[in-house]
């Protein structure tokens, strides 16, 4: 059971705009500890997406954007692409287990 | 360019220790404000930190795993590592290190990890 909450899956077909969610609690999220977000292709390590709830590091195209209001946090993606599909994670701290914590991940699958 | 290369027997028998390292190249692991970390992922499962060493060789850990693990660091090498005790079943997982990274001023609590390792699979079998 993680102490961030994302739905399991999503999808979306090419060219569309879809959503992750990232519900947290006053422990984390709404403690107004960043937020930040992970692509994990297939096969590969986790790559870092999204820091500091909206930053793209270098090289991450600007379909990819963050926010953060509250308890919660969201990832967009707009202009779906094939490339697009991949398991997503969100990440903060927790300061009830004092521990960095990640969501369950959500599969995006590109129809 | 910063890379992270993790190392360890992919097998291990249970009630046994598990050894991981990880090899750090394009920065030394003692330079300031440096920290490194350890995650795992079951398989088929996400993502679960288990532990941060700093540059000055300071450790936190998961706390739900704490007794379980040990991090340790190796300036002379740059390298840091991972010893698990007693592995059993549970602890079958790809194992990643990472950089445990900050880019702002007021850091508490809003550490990222910006670069991974390419993972290494421990199965714990007899």
């Known amino acids: 059971?993680?102490?961030l909450t994302q739905p399991p899956s999503v999808s979306g077909a090419p060219g569309q705009r879809?959503?992750?969610?990232?519900?947290?609690s006053n422990s984390n999220i709404g403690a107004g500890y960043d937020v930040h977000w992970y692509q994990q292709l297939p096969g590969t390590a986790p790559k870092l997406l999204i820091y500091g709830n909206n930053n793209r590091p270098s090289g991450v195209p600007d379909r990819f954007s963050g926010s953060k209001s509250g308890t919660s946090a969201s990832l967009a993606i707009t202009g779906l692409q094939a490339e697009d599909e991949a398991d997503y994670y969100c990440q903060s701290y927790d300061s009830l287990?004092?521990?960095?914590?990640f969501g369950g991940g959500t599969k995006l699958t590109v129809l | 360019q910063l890379q992270l290369q993790e190392s360890g027997?992919?097998?291990v028998r249970p009630s046994e220790t598990l050894s991981l390292t990880c090899t750090v190249s394009g920065v030394s692991i003692s330079s300031g404000s440096s920290y490194w970390g350890w995650i795992r992922q079951p398989p088929g499962k996400g993502l679960e930190w288990i532990g941060t060493i700093s540059y000055s060789g300071s450790t936190n850990y998961n706390p739900s795993l704490k007794s379980h693990f040990t991090i340790?660091?190796?300036t002379s090498k740059n390298q840091f590592s991972l010893k698990l005790n007693s592995v059993t079943a549970a602890d079958t997982?790809?194992?990643?290190?990472?950089?445990h990274f900050c880019s702002g001023g007021n850091c508490y609590g809003h550490y990222y990890f910006d670069y991974w390792g390419q993972g290494t699979l421990v199965a714990v079998s007899s």
């Open chain 2, 93 to 99: 997982a790809v194992y990643y290190c990472a950089r």
């Open chain 1, 18 to 24: 879809v959503t992750i969610s990232c519900t947290g």
């Open chain 2, 9 to 11: 027997p992919g097998l």
């Open chain 1, 97 to 101: 287990s004092s521990s960095w914590v």
């Open chain 1, 1 to 3: 059971q993680s102490v």
């Open chain 2, 72 to 74: 340790s660091g190796d």
